[in-house]
């Protein structure tokens, strides 16, 4: 018996479908949009922004469809065989490429406002180091992926890292508005806004998620939060 009503999983599923939708047309766009700008002589920065887009895009898409579809056909079907399987496997390469993520983020930030002289390299080699911190976490058997039995002890220790990338990016992205030539204050909020909230609604998931299904309904405002970063930067 499933423990989600037919109406909760559908909508579930097709607000999934909508998200993986969204992120490869983004991606397409930013691709098409990025060949149209290239320039073999100078480089330019709106060049820069799209390439950062479309491999922002492709990293949250190709991760994220890891864990998503089985979700999507789950939903749609109301079971999947191998289900535990799928779902740890899938979570597991979408942590890791969500903490990718984030270095190619801060590496945008620097490129599109700072000086060559001046780049945020301190940030950029801290959030390298904890990302191969947290990737090798991620792969410890401790985590339990393909069981269905939730750690919290480990769910907190693989964690850490991120939390600490996340708010490295944020102190970086406001090194990047101190030095802004280029681009509206506005963008670089938004951004830093939608790193805030999106750590804000995924942490209490990863640590407790599986205890607490309810928790889960949180992936949605933070599956938006990207939706609307990868939309400042396409636009």
């Not at 983004?26 to 491999?55: H, T």
């Not at 407790?208 to 309810?214: E, I, L, R, Y």
Request: aromatic residues 14%.
């Amino acid at each position: 018996m499933n423990e989600k009503p037919k109406a909760a999983r559908y909508g579930e599923g097709a607000f999934c479908v909508i998200y993986l939708v969204f992120i490869f047309t983004a991606a397409i766009i930013m691709r098409l949009g990025a060949k149209q700008l290239y320039n073999p002589d100078a480089v330019s920065l709106p060049y820069l922004k799209l390439s950062f887009g479309f491999m922002l895009a492709i990293l949250l898409g190709g991760g994220d469809a890891f864990h998503l579809i089985p979700r999507i056909i789950f939903n749609f079907k109301g079971s999947l065989p191998k289900k535990n399987f799928l779902f740890g496997l899938g979570n597991l390469v979408s942590s890791i490429t969500m903490t990718v993520f984030y270095d190619i983020l801060m590496s945008m930030g620097d490129s599109l406002e700072y000086h060559e002289s001046m780049y945020n390299l301190g940030i950029e080699n801290a959030i390298l180091i904890l990302t191969i911190i947290r990737i090798i976490l991620l792969l410890f058997p401790q985590n339990k992926w393909y069981s269905g039995e939730e750690n919290v002890r480990w769910a907190i220790i693989r964690n850490i890292p991120f939390a600490l990338i996340g708010i490295l990016t944020i102190v970086g992205y406001i090194n990047v508005i101190h030095h802004r030539m280029n681009y509206p204050l506005s963008m670089y909020v938004q951004i830093i806004i939608a790193v805030a909230l999106s750590f804000s609604f995924y942490l209490p998931v990863a640590i407790k998620g599986k205890s607490n299904p309810k928790l889960g309904m949180l992936m949605i405002p933070k599956t938006i939060c990207y939706m609307w970063l990868i939309t400042l930067i396409m636009i």
